[in-house]
């Protein structure tokens, strides 16, 4: 049961940013920019994570705030370069090589933060890909939006391996906060430029605010909260559900139809999460305490 709930909030997570793929590419980039969008977007969840999160905030030693900040640019640099790839790139196909992620950040654990694993672990990765790929992809070409989306998925991979080292030991709500003021600093900057354009639909302006209040400060928050509860790869295998709610999204609300296709790729990613689960990630040897106090002295 301890270790189910972090799995269970992450899980929600990832049904909070599956619900908005649809609405960012139908509604919301039809009335604004995605530098203006994102700025709109993260500085109502940083103002409202500060007024919630303000005295964990005023706790928070230095290092704890460059990291936290740090960790808002790393994720702001992902949204800004994703979000302008799906000027030119379907919904799908943006969602497949989003979620790639989920294979890159076995590698940036192992090579930047020395995240230890089963060797088995490889194997679900590449079962959730070919899920991934499966539920996703209905033709590819690669072009700059596609080529914008992957480097958004590195960035993306780099924060959530960052996140399992930082969040341990630390305020969840302080970091929530600080990643919010760090994601709106990054498209800010880009908006200001030419002037900050607000949306003219109540629509538009209903699912900003649904996008600010749940799926950036309440999804950031539990994000935060579970990964300092878990690996960095047991993470990013559950977050490969995201196209999954982003499919169930797009079949209940967008019109599209659920085919045999979207089905198996369902099953792959869902029985490379359980394997995951059952297997186990990390070395037997390894106590996940023990990892946790190792890795927060690094930090």
Do not use: H, N
């Amino acid at each position: 049961m301890k270790k189910l709930i972090p799995i269970l909030a992450l899980t929600l997570v990832t049904a909070m940013w599956g619900s908005t793929f649809f609405m960012i590419r139908t509604d919301a980039l039809s009335e604004l920019s995605a530098s203006d969008l994102l700025t709109v977007r993260f500085f109502m969840a940083a103002i409202l994570a500060t007024v919630i999160w303000g005295r964990d905030l005023l706790r928070a030693d230095r290092k704890t705030l460059a990291l936290g900040f740090g960790l808002g640019l790393l994720y702001g640099i992902a949204q800004l370069v994703q979000t302008i790839g799906l000027y030119t790139t379907d919904a799908s196909v943006s969602g497949f090589i989003t979620a790639m992620y989920i294979v890159i950040v076995p590698v940036v654990a192992l090579v930047v933060f020395r995240e230890q694993f089963k060797p088995i672990t490889w194997l679900w990765v590449a079962l959730a890909g070919v899920g991934l790929a499966a539920l996703s992809l209905k033709g590819w070409s690669f072009g700059t939006g596609e080529f914008l989306t992957f480097v958004g998925a590195i960035f993306f991979a780099i924060q959530v391996a960052g996140l399992s080292v930082v969040a341990p030991g630390r305020s969840a709500g302080a970091l929530t906060t600080l990643q919010m003021w760090g994601t709106g600093a990054v498209s800010f900057f880009p908006a200001v430029s030419d002037g900050i354009q607000l949306p003219q639909s109540g629509l538009v302006w209903a699912e900003l605010i649904y996008m600010a209040t749940v799926c950036s400060v309440g999804a950031i928050f539990l994000e935060t909260w579970a990964q300092a509860r878990m690996s960095s790869t047991e993470a990013a295998l559950i977050m490969a559900t995201e196209p999954l709610f982003a499919t169930l999204f797009a079949v209940t609300f967008g019109g599209e139809i659920l085919t045999l296709r979207l089905a198996i790729g369902a099953a792959f990613i869902m029985t490379a999460i359980v394997s995951a689960q059952l297997t186990g990630v990390r070395p037997d040897g390894i106590l996940e305490d023990s990892t946790k106090d190792k890795v927060r002295i690094e930090v």
